[in-house]
Structure formats: structure tokens, C-alpha cells
């Protein structure tokens, strides 16, 4: 087990010297606390969650999960601005960040994507062998491997055989897991250690090369001294009930962020670097989330399996991507349409329900503004193109479930009724209102994004934080546009690319 300290066993104000103080346990704060205390930095990681060992995780309801290690107990809402539905973002908040809760799906980035990001944001050193040493670098730590077939549920073994018939074809997803037995617990934290998050992986090296984890530890702000990051200041969470308690102050030679993409930019702004560019906080991509959900006949129990296992991309230029997914039974009988007794009726009917999911590779619109108390207030504006794929994509899903034999289909619509074969062709999606559509997040991004120039970005391609001195972002706040695939993966690689060069750079004295 990581040797943690919790910010909730110290009563008194905690003061703290460090090379490098790295704020964030996530997948991007890990990959850099390991690179650098590696490299004989002393480190200090500092995290707002708590530990939760993997082994405490089998004994946990997914309520409870939700509760110690998701932000927000998984409520969390970007608010849709216009013609935008309100989405459901969630993000972890424990020692691990939300790399814990993942499905465990990687994806490098598409070429496509790389082409974007050279000719559009002028970031020319990003092409596939600049990145290929670092991803093969993450993909050996974590154990990027393929989902084999025979771990597919039935719900998408169902899925990938309608889609077949409908022209569509799947491909098989990788995770980053070991000894998976493909119980489908992944989004609640992995009970047998086979999910490779950095919990398991690079904080424990980070550890053993003598970096310094402290956990219930909330970062206010960067301490600045003229344009030079000198440390952070924060509070323990050792007040009643977990509140912020104690001050903590740390004062480090460097100071890496790793917030993530809804943390970040507030960090920056509460300590008064605001750059030039006037970006801090805007450009925010979700790849905003649909799910569809097919009742059959005979029994489906998706749950039975890799959450995740399959993907189809034919869709991508026009800027959808399907992707598997399953939640756990009593979550899915929550999600049903009705009350009461019909409720009730719906809800015997999950061991019948499969379920596919899609993400729209969106332009962004979305905002992370301060809010009042810790937590951000965050907005989100859909592009007219992005909005109208929503329709497209419900009807690609639901096609696909027909096709192997679906009695009935539940649309991400409140309020709408399950929709058999012809109700769900003549359903008129185009002038369902945004507020009635059901949309979730895993992947905010883009926030601090990078890029060539101090007028258009906030941090440069190795993410040095424009006009200052010793502070860094690493986290997925830096991804300059959407990916249309997982964000893992990149994250970490862009981290570990950055890492690399911090190491080879003294630090200011
Ligand atoms: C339910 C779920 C499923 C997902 N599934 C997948 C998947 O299958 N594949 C994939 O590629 N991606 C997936 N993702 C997305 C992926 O986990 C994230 O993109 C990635 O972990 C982001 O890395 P990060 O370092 O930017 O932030 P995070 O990993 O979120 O880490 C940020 C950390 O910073 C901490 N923090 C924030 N503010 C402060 C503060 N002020 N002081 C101290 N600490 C602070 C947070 O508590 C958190 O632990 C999923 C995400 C979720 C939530
Ligand atoms: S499906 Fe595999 S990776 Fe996911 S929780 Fe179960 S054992 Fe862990």
C-alpha cells in the first residue's frame, strides 16, 4: 500500500519545504511526481480527495463510492448556456484523481487530431514520433492491452452485431488492466487491483523514490513572488465534517499543477496569473455523452463483463464516436423512465436491458467560471453543428438495437416513453428542447490550453505557464481541442513529455 498522510491526523497549521510540489494525485500529477522523484527530486504531491486503498473498494455500494471518491457525489453540472442540454460531468476526488474511476479505456490521439493541433494552433513539434516514445512509455507503466471478445458483455456483443448489420464496424477497445476478470465494477474503483490506475502504478514508485503524499488537502493558491512560483498555500481537511481546517503552507523551488481541467484554471485565477491571452478557464471540450438503452426478450445481464470493450470510429468525420458501456443494475433502474409501480415494473426488467453509449467531438463553448465556495461554477455552449449530431446519434444507437431483434428502446429524453420500432422512427428528436436531453461528461478539457503564443494560450507546448517562472501545468486542461477518444492516455503522455524536459531543467535557485 502507498504510504499516504491525511491531512485530517494534523490538528495544527503545517509547513512544509519541497523541491517540487506537485498539486493534484490524478493521472497527470502522478506521472509527474513519479518522473521527478525518479530523477532524485524531492517531491510533495498534495490531494484534495482521500485514500481509499483498492482493497477497500469490493466492500463499498456504488453509493458509497460515489460518495468518498467522486466529486460532488458524481452531481456535478456544467450548465448549458442556449440551445445546450445541462450535462452531468463527473471527476474523481481521491488519490488517484479520476484515473481510479475510469473504464480503463486508452486511446492514443488520432492523427487527425495531431494534423489540428500543428496546422490550426501552430504547435508543430506534435506529431505522432515526436509522442510515440512517451506513449510507449505510459502504455508500459499502466499495461495498455486489448479487451479480449470473450470478455464482452452480452449488451455489447448485442450492439456490435447490429451495428455489423447496419454497415457499422466495431473494433476492440484497450484498457489498462492486468488480470481483469471483467467483474464491471471499473467506474467504482477496480476491487482487484487488475485496473492499472496510477494509484497502483506510478504514485507507488513515486513513493518509493521518497516523494511525500499527502491526501484531504485543499489547495487555495500558488504562491507568487513577482513572476516567480515560489510555492502554494492551502487548508487541511481536518475541520468538522472534513472542511477545510488548518492552513498549510508549502514552499517549493517548483510548482506543478495537475488540478485537473475544472481546478486548474481557478487555482490560476485565485492567484492572480491571468496571462496576456485572456484564455484562463474558457475553451472548455467535453466530448458531451448520449447513452441508449434496448430492452430484449431474453436475458442480456450486461453487467456481465468488461464495462468497456468495443468501439466503432466510421462515424468520426462527422464527429461521433461510439463507444461501450455499462452501469451497475441498481444505478440503470434508477435511470428508469415512470414512478411508482410502473417504475417498479421497469425496473425488473434490467437483467433484459443492454446498453451503448457516444461522444460528440465537440468545438468547445464550455467555461469554468469561480465560484462562490470551493467548487467551480461551470457553463457550456454548444456549437449549432455539435447540437444537431445529438439527434443523429440516438438514431445510429437505437438503429443498431433493432437490428438484433430490441422490443423497445429508452431515449436519453425526460420523460419520454420507451419507444418501439416505428414510435422511435417517427419520434421527432430535432425539436426535443435541450433541456429535456440527458447528457454526461467524463472529459473536460482544454481549459488552460496550450499553444504557441503568450496571445492565444496560457501555457506553452511543455507547459510552462506564459511569463512566469517555475510553474507548470500538466493536467488535461492543456489539451488544445477536443480528442473524440478517451483522454487518458494523452494526458499522461503529454505529462510524461513534459516531466522528461522538467527533469533535464535545474531549478531556479
Ligand atoms: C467516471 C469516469 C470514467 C472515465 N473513464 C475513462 C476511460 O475509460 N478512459 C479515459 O481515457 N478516460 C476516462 N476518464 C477521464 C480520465 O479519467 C481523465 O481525463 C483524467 O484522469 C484526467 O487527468 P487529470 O490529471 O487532468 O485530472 P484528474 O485525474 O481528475 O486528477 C485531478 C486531481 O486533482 C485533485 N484536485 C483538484 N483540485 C485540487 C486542489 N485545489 N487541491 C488539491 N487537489 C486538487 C482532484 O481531487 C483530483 O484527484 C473517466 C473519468 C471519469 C470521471
Ligand atoms: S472489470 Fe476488470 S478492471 Fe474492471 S473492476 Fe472488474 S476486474 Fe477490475
Not at 475510469?102 to 488520432?110: D, E, L, W
Request: with cysteine.
Amino acid at each position: 500500500m502507498i504510504p499516504v498522510q491525511s491531512g485530517r491526523d494534523h490538528t495544527e497549521r503545517l509547513e512544509l519545504s519541497c523541491d517540487v510540489v506537485v498539486v493534484g494525485s490524478g493521472a497527470s500529477g502522478a506521472v509527474v511526481a513519479c518522473t521527478m522523484a525518479e530523477a532524485g527530486y524531492d517531491v510533495l504531491v498534495l490531494e484534495e480527495g482521500p485514500f481509499v486503498p483498492y482493497t477497500d473498494y469490493g466492500a463499498m455500494r456504488p453509493s458509497e463510492s460515489l460518495r468518498y471518491t467522486w466529486r460532488g457525489a458524481a452531481v456535478t453540472v456544467a450548465y448549458g448556456l442556449g440551445d445546450t442540454p445541462h450535462i452531468n460531468m463527473t471527476m474523481g476526488r481521491v488519490v488517484g484523481g479520476s484515473s481510479v474511476l475510469t473504464g480503463g479505456v486508452c486511446f492514443r490521439v488520432p492523427p487527425s487530431i495531431l494534423h489540428r493541433w500543428r496546422t490550426e494552433r501552430g504547435i508543430a513539434e506534435m506529431t505522432e514520433e515526436e509522442l510515440e516514445p512517451y506513449y510507449q512509455e505510459v502504455e508500459t507503466a499502466v499495461h495498455v492491452e486489448e479487451v479480449p471478445e470473450e470478455m464482452r458483455s452480452r449488451s455489447t456483443k448485442l450492439f456490435v452485431l447490429g451495428a455489423a448489420r447496419r454497415g457499422i464496424e466495431m473494433r476492440p477497445m484497450k484498457r489498462n488492466t492486468e488480470g481483469c476478470n471483467g467483474c464491471g465494477r471499473c467506474n467504482f474503483g477496480c476491487p482487484h487491483g487488475a485496473k492499472l490506475s496510477v494509484d497502483l502504478t506510478y504514485l507507488p514508485r513515486a513513493a518509493h523514490h521518497g516523494a511525500r503524499i499527502l491526501a484531504d488537502c485543499l489547495v487555495d493558491r500558488v504562491t507568487m513572488k513577482g513572476d516567480r512560483a515560489v510555492g502554494v498555500t492551502g487548508r487541511l481537511l481536518n475541520g468538522k465534517h472534513g472542511k477545510p481546517g488548518s492552513e498549510v503552507v508549502v514552499h517549493a523551488r517548483r510548482v506543478v499543477l495537475a488540478a485537473g481541467a475544472a481546478f486548474t484554471p481557478l487555482l490560476l485565477k485565485r492567484s492572480g496569473v491571468h496571462g496576456v491571452s485572456g484564455q484562463v478557464g474558457k475553451n472548455v471540450t467535453v466530448h458531451p455523452g448520449f447513452r441508449t438503452i434496448a430492452l430484449f426478450d431474453d436475458k442480456v445481464e450486461g453487467w456481465k463483463g468488461a464495462m468497456q470493450s468495443a468501439y466503432g470510429d466510421v462515424h468520426d468525420p462527422e464527429g461521433l464516436t461510439l463507444t461501450s458501456l455499462f452501469i451497475p443494475p441498481a444505478v440503470l433502474a434508477a435511470t428508469m423512465p415512470g414512478v411508482g409501480p410502473e417504475l417498479m415494473r421497469r425496473a425488473q426488467n434490467v437483467p433484459y436491458l443492454a446498453l451503448f453509449g457516444g461522444i460528440i467531438h465537440d468545438e468547445g463553448g464550455g467555461r469554468v467560471w469561480p465560484g462562490l465556495g470551493r467548487e467551480p461554477i461551470l457553463t457550456y455552449r454548444m456549437a449549432r453543428h455539435d447540437r444537431a449530431l445529438i439527434p443523429a446519434l440516438v438514431r445510429i444507437m437505437g438503429e443498431a438495437f433493432f437490428a438484433v431483434g430490441a422490443k423497445e428502446i429508452y431515449i436519453p429524453v425526460l420523460g419520454a416513453p420507451p419507444l418501439d420500432a416505428d414510435a422511435f422512427r417517427a419520434f421527432p428528436f430535432e425539436t426535443v428542447k435541450a433541456r429535456d436531453i440527458e447528457c454526461s461528461s467524463q472529459h473536460p478539457l482544454g481549459s488552460c490550453r496550450m499553444g504557441k503564443t503568450r496571445e492565444h494560450s496560457v501555457v506553452d507546448p511543455l507547459g510552462k505557464v506564459w511569463d512566469t517562472r517555475e510553474l507548470y501545468v500538466v493536467d488535461g486542461s492543456i489539451v488544445p481541442t477536443s480528442l473524440g477518444v478517451n483522454p487518458q492516455l494523452t494526458i499522461m503522455t503529454l505529462a510524461t513529455r513534459i516531466a522528461h524536459r522538467l527533469r533535464e531543467t535545474p531549478l531556479a535557485s
